[in-house]
């Protein structure tokens, strides 16, 4: 049995054909050199039947996807807010269609399911029944994975942990992207660095960079810290996990505060939930979405693994 994982990102289109065992043979990607609509999505078709031509001696049987966005499992559709076109797009369709294998299965899934799967398989989480992805990136959510299940609610849109209300009073600041977001991601250390340094060129990487050195970066940083702790703390609370993962882009240069983080998590948490729950890194960053997205396409082949 083989199939072919593939992470689709804003920029690019990465995807591997793997045993069942794990074992990758062969890998491609292809840039979206800005392309949008059914054009990112037979980019995504084009670097499949690359992987095919390149080992065509080897039966595909599933096909799993991770996408920038949300999955609407009920309505077969996906939203990706960085892919133009893609508000409602019958992605798992198209490629169905596209890829022309006759009883090939397709399945679809976000980026922050895809991440907790991976590390699930092949990561941090590996052997957990309970474990929480937080994926902090230019926006911060999580994969939530809760007694060997995956977290997906009513209308697939769980795990948006960057709209977490952590403070108040409420201002129309967090209007855009939510609270812990404004505070805590990427996009949003850049944005509280550009507003205390009055300095619209401000970065995320400017404050790791002179963090400790300079006390607009180590005050940012330690909002950040602490953003990080409240929020973490009330995933402990709600859902006893076994392990936090922290990745994503942000973790990377973040990884160092993660005993700080924990800290000042165990300040809000549930005692006994804090004392049981391990934070980590991600073992596996990088590949968190391609490993989750095949881990997803040998689930739909043997849906007890």
Not at 76 to 103: C, D, H, M, R, S
Not at 139 to 153: E, F
Request: net charge negative; aromatic share 10%.
């Amino acid at each position: 049995m083989a199939v072919i994982g593939i992470d689709l990102g804003g920029t690019k289109v990465a995807a591997a054909i793997f045993h069942a065992d794990g074992k990758m043979l062969v890998k491609d990607y292809k840039l979206l050199s800005g392309a949008t609509g059914n054009a990112v999505a037979d980019k995504v078709v084009e670097v499949v039947k690359s992987l095919i031509e390149q080992r065509p001696e080897v039966h595909i049987d599933a096909v799993g996807i991770c996408i920038p966005g949300i999955v609407y499992s009920k309505k077969g559709t996906v939203w990706a807010p960085n892919i133009p076109g893609w508000e409602n797009f019958p992605l798992k369709e198209y490629l169905k269609e596209k890829i022309g294998i006759q009883g090939l299965k397709v399945c679809v899934e976000s980026d922050r399911t895809c991440y907790i799967l991976g590390e699930a398989w092949k990561g941090a989480a590996k052997g957990c029944e309970n474990a929480i992805y937080l994926a902090v990136g230019t926006g911060i959510g999580a994969g939530i994975l809760l007694d060997g299940h995956i977290v997906h609610g009513a209308n697939d849109i769980v795990g948006a942990t960057g709209w977490m209300a952590l403070q108040g009073p409420y201002t129309h600041e967090w209007d855009q992207c939510g609270c812990f977001e404004t505070f805590a991601s990427g996009s949003g250390i850049g944005y509280q660095a550009q507003k205390l340094y009055r300095d619209p060129s401000k970065t995320s990487y400017d404050v790791f960079a002179n963090y400790g050195k300079d006390p607009i970066a180590t005050e940012v940083l330690d909002k950040a810290i602490q953003m990080w702790g409240m929020g973490t703390a009330n995933l402990v609370s709600l859902f006893n996990p076994e392990k936090v993962i922290f990745g994503g882009g942000i973790f990377g240069p973040a990884s160092q505060f993660i005993p700080r983080i924990y800290k000042e998590a165990c300040k809000w948490g549930q005692p006994i939930s804090m004392k049981d729950v391990k934070f980590c890194a991600s073992q596996i960053e990088g590949d968190a979405a391609l490993l989750g997205a095949t881990a997803l396409a040998i689930r739909e082949i043997n849906p007890l693994d």
